[in-house]
Nanobody, 123 residues
Framework: AVKLVESGGETVQVGGSLRLSCAVS????????????MAWFRQAPGKEHEGIAN???????TYADSVKGRFTISRDNAKFTLSLQMDSLKPEDTAVYYC?????????????WGQGTQVTVSS
């Protein structure tokens, strides 16, 4: 099994910044992590989950229009970690944020994900 643990969520003011981290562990991680398409998605109350950033098979990144230019996804393959730098935060960014492994590198489908970390943007 693969375990993902997110951290870094908190309450921040509009326009502020936050950095989320995700630690990935499990028997298969050491040999395969660098090949996985890692991603972040979020879910706000009463809304469907929204994929916001991910790595593609070729190492490039893709962002949802809602966060493009404000959020940056990064990874450390030696430490099996994933990060999300969030700048210029807006109230609509309030949600539970999850890190995940894309199933067959297809956006919107996930093989594994963590328990989530709450981000609240207050005005």
């Amino acid at each position: 099994a693969v375990k993902l643990v997110e951290s870094g969520g908190e309450t921040v003011q509009v326009g502020g910044s936050l950095r989320l981290s995700c630690a990935v562990s499990g028997k298969t991680v050491k040999g395969y992590y660098s090949t996985w398409c890692m991603a972040w998605f979020r879910q706000a109350p009463g809304k469907e989950h929204e994929g916001i950033a991910n790595f593609n098979r070729d190492g490039s990144t893709t962002y949802a229009d809602s966060v493009k230019g404000r959020f940056t996804i990064s990874r450390d393959n030696a430490k099996f970690t994933l990060s999300l730098q969030m700048d210029s935060l807006k109230p609509e960014d309030t949600a539970v944020y999850y890190c995940a492994v894309l199933q067959r590198c297809q956006r919107g489908t996930y093989s594994w994900w963590g328990q989530g970390t709450q981000v609240t943007v207050s005005s």
